[in-house]
């Protein structure tokens, strides 16, 4: 029985996933800077890349389901780990919270940066897919 197909060797749903922990990262820090002269906001921060260490276990032995009533055994898949939108530890106060402006606006390059990235890699894999299917040779 052929386990993986051509679909899971391109790691396609790790990059779906990257996209919407980036969307949902942008979400929270658009929600940071709108909010810098809101009295009392506590700035936030999306949570993935920690709990996704955590989940993966390093060192810890996977299992292979071989039908989607078994349980999971081991560490859990990239899609199978979900963010979390916590409170920043900060010091910071700017007089009215404590939302770091330049920090907020730091974060929003970085993760425009890599969501174009991925959907740059992620359109490159497709494309890829499509030309193999149709049997285009380059």
């Known amino acids: 029985m ?36 809101t009295a009392g906001y506590r700035a936030r921060e999306y949570k993935f890349e920690e709990l996704l260490q955590t989940a993966s276990g390093a060192g810890r032995l996977a299992g292979t389901r071989t039908d989607a009533h078994h349980l999971p055994i081991g560490r859990r898949g990239v899609e199978l780990t979900d963010g979390r939108v916590e409170e920043q530890e900060s010091d910071l106060d700017n007089g009215v919270n404590n939302v770091d402006v330049d920090r907020e606006m730091a974060e929003l390059a970085t993760t425009d940066l890599s969501y174009r990235l991925a959907t740059r890699v992620l359109s490159m894999k497709y494309r890829i897919l499509r030309e193999a299917v149709s049997g285009q040779v380059r």
């Open 2 to 37: 052929i386990q993986s197909t051509l679909f899971d060797r391109a790691r396609l749903e790790g990059l779906k996933k990257a996209l919407t922990v980036y969307s949902q990262r942008h979400r929270v820090v658009s929600e940071n800077v709108a909010n810098v002269e």
